[in-house]
């Protein structure tokens, strides 16, 4: 990481280490000094990664979470895999989100937090299907069998079975003009039947 001015995300993330480090050094019940001294780690060097001075290397990093027995994503969470500023950034706001929603939904009385939760579930229904539609990939079929005359009805089922790449349905218009394209690109193929 080079020298010069953190950005707002690195500085968050270094107050967050700090204190992970700090946090999990006081659940072993031993001094910083004692700990430093465990892990290897000159006291000053751990001094400044509990005030949030400076960030572990990933070597003074491993050292510590060897130490402890966690791994290093467990106090940096960079290290997590697939882990970018943009998504701790993200995770961060959506945990303030869903805090804001447990403190204003908890003061509403039973028949309104049923109506917060049944919008909650049927947002996270529809995430998921959203989610699953994604992931399914469409079966990929021959419009028509490329060897044998091309009928109109075989043209007619290929275009009404069309989408547009965004899986928008085709207007008439633009099934007609594709079905002209077929034939005329099927019968160049296939010289004229």
Same mark, same amino acid.
């Given at each position: 990481?080079?020298?010069?001015?953190?950005?707002?995300? @690195?500085?968050?993330?270094?107050?967050?280490?700090?204190?992970?480090?700090?946090?999990?050094? #006081?659940?072993?019940?031993?001094?910083?000094?004692?700990?430093?001294?465990?892990?290897?780690?000159? !006291?000053?060097?751990?001094?400044?990664?509990?005030?949030?001075?400076?960030? !572990?290397?990933?070597?003074?990093?491993?050292?510590?979470?060897?130490?402890?027995?966690?791994?290093?994503?467990?106090?940096?969470?960079?290290? +997590?895999?697939?882990?970018?500023?943009?998504?701790?950034?993200?995770?961060? +706001?959506?945990?303030?989100?869903? #805090?804001?929603?447990?403190?204003?939904?908890?003061?509403? @009385?039973?028949?309104?937090?049923?109506?917060?939760?049944?919008?909650?579930?049927?947002?996270?229904?529809?995430?998921? #299907?959203?989610?699953?539609?994604? +992931?399914?990939? !469409?079966?990929?079929? !021959?419009?028509?069998?490329?060897?044998?005359?091309?009928?109109?009805?075989?043209?007619?089922?290929?275009?009404?079975?069309?989408?547009?790449?965004?899986?928008?349905?085709?207007?008439?218009?633009?099934?007609?003009?594709?079905?002209?394209?077929?034939?005329?690109?099927?019968?160049?193929?296939?010289?004229?039947?």
């Amino acid at each position: 990481m080079g020298r010069g001015t953190l950005t707002p995300q @690195e500085e968050e993330l270094k107050k967050v280490i700090s204190n992970n480090i700090r946090t999990k050094i #006081k659940e072993e019940g031993i001094s910083q000094a004692e700990f430093a001294r465990r892990a290897g780690i000159p !006291p000053t060097t751990l001094s400044g990664y509990i005030k949030g001075v400076t960030r !572990p290397n990933a070597g003074n990093l491993q050292k510590i979470s060897d130490t402890l027995g966690i791994l290093k994503s467990d106090i940096d969470p960079s290290y +997590k895999q697939g882990y970018s500023l943009e998504d701790w950034n993200n995770n961060k +706001k959506q945990s303030h989100l869903v #805090k804001k929603i447990t403190e204003i939904s908890s003061q509403l @009385e039973e028949p309104r937090q049923k109506i917060v939760l049944d919008t909650a579930s049927s947002q996270l229904e529809e995430q998921e #299907k959203a989610k699953r539609a994604v +992931k399914s990939k !469409p079966k990929i079929t !021959p419009l028509f069998d490329i060897n044998s005359p091309l009928t109109d009805e075989e043209l007619q089922e290929a275009v009404d079975e069309a989408v547009a790449f965004d899986g928008v349905p085709l207007t008439d218009r633009e099934k007609e003009l594709y079905k002209h394209l077929l034939r005329e690109a099927w019968e160049e193929d296939h010289g004229k039947g």
